[in-house]
């Protein structure tokens, strides 16, 4: 599976806001992009793109920032793909099954793998995310 640039970034974005819903304060850009080696301004239309589809909210001034729309449980890495990506990105796309039994039996077959990549992808939520970083945390051992 190939992830862009940009659903990394707006992955990772996502997974610093669900980490910090509990506080109810919101995330400056710059602490984002400074964690991750984001480009800001990448970022920046990244956060907008996923405010326009209604996961963020922002707020402005000098205590401003992002913070999620919604619960991290109600926001699958599925989902955030597809905002950033456009829906349904399809493995398949290129192929035609139109053609011989044998490309068609392959056609299905990564129609298949596609099926099964996306519903991956949909089940898998950004507090399930975060619950996994907080176990990695406390499996860590410190010399």
Same mark, same amino acid.
């Given at each position: 599976m190939k992830v862009s640039a940009k659903t990394e970034y707006a992955a990772l974005a996502?997974?610093?806001? &669900? %980490?910090?819903?509990? %506080?109810?304060e919101p995330v400056r850009i710059r602490s984002i992009a400074d964690e991750h080696g984001i480009p800001a301004r990448f970022l920046v239309q990244i956060l907008l793109q996923l405010k326009g589809a209604g996961f963020v =909210?922002?707020?402005?001034? &000098?205590?401003?920032?992002?913070? /999620? &729309?919604?619960?991290?449980?109600?926001? =699958?890495?599925g989902e955030?793909?597809?905002?950033?990506?456009?829906?349904?990105?399809?493995?398949a796309a290129g192929l035609d099954d139109k053609g011989s039994p044998t490309a068609r039996v392959l056609f299905d077959a990564?129609?298949?793998?596609?099926?099964?990549e996306r519903d991956a992808l949909? %089940?898998? =939520?950004?507090?399930? /995310?975060? %619950?996994?970083?907080e176990n990695e945390?406390?499996?860590?051992?410190?010399?």
């Open positions: 996502m997974l610093e806001l &669900a %980490s910090q819903f509990p %506080s109810g =909210t922002s707020t402005r001034g &000098a205590s401003g920032g992002y913070r /999620l &729309a919604k619960p991290p449980e109600d926001i =699958t890495l955030v793909m597809g905002v950033i990506e456009g829906q349904d990105n399809e493995i990564w129609r298949t793998v596609a099926k099964v949909h %089940s898998i =939520t950004f507090a399930d /995310l975060v %619950s996994r970083i945390s406390e499996n860590m051992f410190y010399i």
